[in-house]
């Protein structure tokens, strides 16, 4: 263990100085490197598999919660270990219960790969807001969906609030980002691509027809824009979730809890008769 205490020290500027775009970009063009924030978080993301390039902890929680981990990789990386009056100047210190991690990034996986041996999976087409993101991966982990696609414009998983708020599972779950809707690889390989959105044309996420579809995407988008018309217009059909008069949309968190229990219930119905 390092004792630290100075937040200005040079060897904690990934902890300090760096933004979670900076991170990711970190040992460009290798992968680069995300903060994990919590105990329970480091954990998921230990066993996952992502390997840790240094901790910071807090001496109270060094002698407290953190200290099997503190036993189990002090030989083997660098762990800096702070006052709590330094510490918890750091943004989003009051969460994290003072333990943080810089972690390497995996290399993504392919399209292909993450659809092969998949049944339902989500699409998150521009969705900016890392809080929505960790919600949406937490709900998707929860309900056992096999995979989540990002396009590049949405909230990298890895950024610290986004795996903050879903507790982790953003370990748990197979994911990737691509540029845009991958609809070709998605028909080669059997899926139904299902957009979720307000049209004329829209049929209820609980459908009878939907509970015949064997491999669904169901595709969820812009907190304030919805999906573009082009990705309507591609997909194999358009669900929604009814409401209350009064009301048209859900949170896009929300609505994917809803929409998942929906499809993964019946990519189960089919597995099983």
Known sequence: MIEVKDLNDEKLKVYTSLNDNGLK??????????????????ERALKAGYKPES???????????????????DKKTDIYVMPQD??????????????????????????ADLLKDAKCIAILDNIE?????GAIFRNAAALSLDGVILTSASA???????????????????WTICDEVPFKELQENGFIALAMALSNETISIDDTRLKMVSKSAIILGNEGDGLPEETIKKANCVVK????????????????????????????NISNS
């Not at 989003?92 to 333990?99: H, K, M, N, S």
């Not at 950024?159 to 779950?173: A, D, E, L, N, P």
């Open 25 to 42: 970009h970190y040992y460009e063009p290798k992968e680069g490197l995300f903060i994990a924030e919590s105990l329970k978080v480091i």
């Open 55 to 73: 901790f910071l902890i807090e001496k109270e929680a060094a002698e407290g919660e953190a200290k099997a981990l503190i036993k189990k990789y």
């Open 86 to 111: 330094e510490i918890k100047s750091i943004t989003g210190y009051a969460l994290t219960g003072g333990i943080f991690a810089a972690m390497k990034r995996k290399k993504l996986l392919s399209v």
């Open 129 to 133: 807001n890392p809080t929505n993101v």
């Open 156 to 174: 990298d998983p890895l950024y610290k609030r986004s795996s903050r708020v879903s507790m982790g599972t953003v370990f748990q779950i197979p």
């Open 241 to 268: 979730i009814p409401m209350q008069d009064g009301v048209d949309s859900l949170n896009v968190a929300a609505a994917s809890a809803i929409a998942f229990w929906e499809l993964k219930k019946n990519s189960e």
